[in-house]
């Protein structure tokens, strides 16, 4: 099985653009960052402050590798085992029953507690990125197949948008 080329640079691209965003989010908001990080109570006190920097960093160098094709591979094992990670750190504390945690998707905008929902996306994402180990159609690109592309990106990008509205709305209403 191989994977189209141009379904390929959308996955890339829509990856690329969500990880970008987060960590430009934490570089911008790096104290935030750190409390929220300490409210997974997953690592100790004096693991935090480079903890929320390698995050970051990681997150911003996964989006490098993945918009170049010769690094795409590490970009996409890096972005799974990135998402997998945020999954499992938001199942562990569901499960002790901390449920009022803010996700950290998006610092200092839109928080939102976390929740199965977010756990699922994560790992849909991590599987996801996974597809991208599978071999590509070696073709070259035209102009259609790049509009396509832009095409992918916008609506991938949208719906990633939406979700979040929705999934932000649904946790104002469990909270009111």
């Not at 691209?13 to 300490?38: D, I, P």
């Not at 990125?129 to 071999?135: D, E, F, I």
Request: glycine letters at 6%; aromatic letters at 10%; hydrophobic letters at 55%.
């Amino acid at each position: 099985m191989q994977l189209d080329t141009v379904f390929v640079w959308i996955l890339s691209l829509c990856m690329a653009q969500l990880l970008g965003m987060a960590a430009w989010h934490k570089f911008k908001n790096m104290t935030e960052f750190k409390l929220v990080l300490s409210g997974y109570e997953l690592l100790p006190f004096s693991l935090l402050d480079a903890a929320s920097k390698l995050i970051m960093v990681l997150e911003c160098l996964t989006a490098l590798a993945l918009l170049l094709p010769s690094t795409r591979l590490l970009g996409a094992l890096l972005a799974a085992s990135l998402m997998f990670l945020y999954g499992c750190a938001m199942a562990i504390n569901l499960l002790h029953g901390r449920r009022l945690l803010d996700c950290g998707c998006h610092i200092n905008s839109q928080k939102q507690p976390i929740s199965w929902h977010l756990v699922i996306r994560n790992l849909m994402f991590a599987g996801t990125m996974l597809l991208l180990l599978l071999p590509e159609s070696a073709r070259v690109l035209n102009l259609l197949d790049w509009a396509l592309i832009l095409f992918g990106v916008v609506i991938g990008s949208l719906i990633y948008l939406i979700y979040n509205q929705l999934n932000y709305a649904q946790s104002l209403q469990l909270k009111g």
